[in-house]
């Protein structure tokens, strides 16, 4: 059984994962052999408030991860972007399917790029990431709070509550929405969350038959490059409220020649003080590489900084 959200975008993951099991295991491709058992999240019955609002870790997975130990689901399939850095013990993440588009998509009503945007022009966002990010570039602009799934921000688009709104482009992409996207920012521009485009598949750390079910769909470059982000996170997880990206790469993935790429940043929610660092090394030194950074942020920024509360 595979345990899910709800969510459009939650069920097109799933589904994914599902063809792609029975595409690798015979036993598992006779139609309806992969139960899918929807499961609400506290993330998902807070529709009213930004997230950061609410705080907390594991608003999307909680209940999952309890549905899982319970024994009720065997997999559960999440974005990568919603999976708080420590896993609850008994609960293992052994799967990481390739990596869709890192990238924010732009959503505009009248003006399709950010650049063309007028001045005063109203972005709705929830993500204070990329609030924060919109603010350091156009301080010109006004960013409002914006929730919901993809329809309704779009419903909210088309009726004007904001002459903009930005999305994962993963996101539409997986829901066939592509088109959606007026224009794609690029990474330089608008710094991705940390494991966003990424979908991970945990079981129970003793579940071997799911181990053995999952092992076909891991994407390796993909697995190593979130754990980059995830070290990097991890360093900077006492900062509550705080915009973060973070995005690692790797070239030549896979040879001797390999190596790994990474840029994080933490911006105040008002996108007038940024720090951001980079640094690159071997895939072994990988995932030290993000902690240092995370480290090294930390120290910038100094312990002001992440006062839970001061917006
Ligand atoms: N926080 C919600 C969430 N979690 C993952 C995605 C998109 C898909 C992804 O990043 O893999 C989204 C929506 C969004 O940011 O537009």
């Known amino acids: 059984m595979i345990g899910t959200r709800g969510s459009p975008l939650a069920l097109a993951q799933t589904h994914q994962v599902?063809?792609?099991?029975?595409?690798?295991?015979?036993?598992?491709?006779?139609?309806?052999?992969?139960?899918?058992?929807?499961?609400?999240?506290?993330?998902?019955?807070?529709?009213?408030?930004?997230?950061?609002?609410?705080?907390?870790?594991?608003?999307?997975?909680?209940?999952?991860?309890?549905?899982?130990?319970?024994?009720?689901?065997?997999?559960?399939?999440?974005?990568?972007?919603?999976?708080?850095?420590?896993?609850?013990?008994?609960?293992?993440?052994?799967?990481?399917?390739?990596?869709?588009?890192?990238r924010d998509a732009f959503l505009g009503r009248d003006h399709p790029t950010l650049e063309s945007l007028p001045t005063g022009a109203v972005v709705g966002t929830s993500s204070l990431r990329r609030g924060a990010q919109i603010l350091a570039m156009r301080p010109d602009l006004k960013v409002v709070s914006f929730r919901g799934n993809v329809q309704?921000?779009?419903?909210?688009?088309?009726?004007?509550?904001?002459?903009?709104?930005?999305?994962?482009?993963?996101?539409?992409?997986?829901?066939?929405?592509?088109?959606?996207?007026?224009?794609?920012?690029?990474v330089e521009v608008m710094l991705p969350a940390v494991a966003?485009?990424?979908?991970?598949?945990?079981?129970?750390?003793?579940?071997?038959?799911?181990?053995?079910?999952?092992?076909?769909?891991?994407?390796?470059?993909?697995?190593?490059?979130?754990?980059?982000?995830?070290?990097?996170?991890?360093?900077?997880?006492?900062?509550?409220?705080?915009?973060?990206g973070g995005l690692a790469r790797v070239s030549d993935f896979g040879t001797a020649n390999a190596r790994v790429f990474f840029r994080g940043m933490v911006i105040r929610p008002d996108g007038k003080v940024l720090h951001q660092t980079t640094r690159e090394g071997t895939v072994d030194q990988a995932v030290a590489l993000g902690e240092d950074a995370g480290a090294e942020l930390l120290a910038k920024a100094g312990p002001d900084f992440f006062t839970c509360g001061a917006e």
């Open 18 to 102: 599902r063809d792609l099991l029975a595409a690798a295991h015979p036993e598992l491709s006779e139609p309806g052999a992969i139960g899918i058992e929807i499961i609400k999240t506290t993330g998902d019955a807070i529709l009213d408030r930004p997230l950061a609002e609410v705080g907390g870790k594991g608003l999307f997975t909680k209940e999952i991860d309890e549905a899982m130990l319970d024994g009720r689901i065997d997999i559960a399939v999440h974005s990568m972007k919603d999976v708080p850095t420590y896993l609850p013990p008994g609960i293992v993440l052994p799967c990481v399917l390739e990596r869709e588009d890192v």
């Open 152 to 186: 309704t921000r779009l419903d909210k688009l088309a009726k004007g509550v904001a002459d903009a709104t930005m999305l994962a482009k993963a996101g539409l992409n997986r829901l066939g929405m592509a088109d959606k996207a007026t224009s794609v920012l690029d």
């Open 196 to 244: 966003q485009g990424a979908v991970g598949c945990t079981c129970r750390a003793d579940d071997e038959q799911a181990h053995r079910w999952m092992a076909p769909l891991h994407h390796a470059e993909t697995s190593l490059c979130v754990d980059v982000e995830r070290a990097f996170l991890a360093r900077l997880d006492g900062s509550c409220r705080t915009p973060i």
